[in-house]
DNA sequence: CTTATAACTGAACGATTGCTCAGTTGTTTG
DNA sequence: CAAACAACTGAGCAATCGTTCAGTTATAAG
């Protein structure tokens, strides 16, 4: 790998990388993430619970399911969403950490 | 805390969180700071090094820098940035745990 | 079948982002 | 001093982002 050599990460490395942390970038998307850190829940839960619309959250939800941050289930006409990766908690305690040490 | 009794983290925290992920989220931030882990080093050598513009290397330093990621040292006509966090190691190399283990 | 409800979707919008370009500041060298 | 060099800066631009809006699909209930 010439890339190595040189002291770089190659391209998809550090592309696939930069995607991890621009999925938890925007506030939207983390406090879905945090919200379902707690309890599986429905589209209609997470936008009240948010206070967004219904359709600004199914969009992030279809980000979240192409990334394989979240999952879902489908009741009836409601389909429940709930975290499914475990890195993505330990990445998000880690940032929290961070957070907390700085003024 | 009347967010955090309705299953919500407040606002502020959310806010200091995507903004962590965020500074890390672009691919050539990212691979300044990855190559900052190896060594401190100049705004040309950085240029050089992914092949961008100094100016362009410049505006993201001052990015870094403001959000303290990276601290700086002059010498001469040079200035030497050097990573000024260890969380951030951290968050990175959990991240890539995370990367490495999805297809 | 019709109505109501939950979720999804594409187009369009304004806002933000990262870059380039041109020019400036500060330092060293002749 | 002037010339060269390293770094910084603001304005402007194209691209991307997150949202809204209007409409569609799918399921359930009357």
Redesign the pocket.
Known sequence: MRAARRGLADRETVFGLAETF?VL??P??LTIVLALQRSEL???DIASLLG?????V??????LKALRLVK?RKE????FYSLDDEHIEDLIRVAQRHVGERR
């Open positions: 621009k970038s925007d939207t998307r429905c589209v209609l967004v619309s219904e359709s600004a199914s969009h992030q939800m279809r980000l879902h009836g006409k409601m389909v």
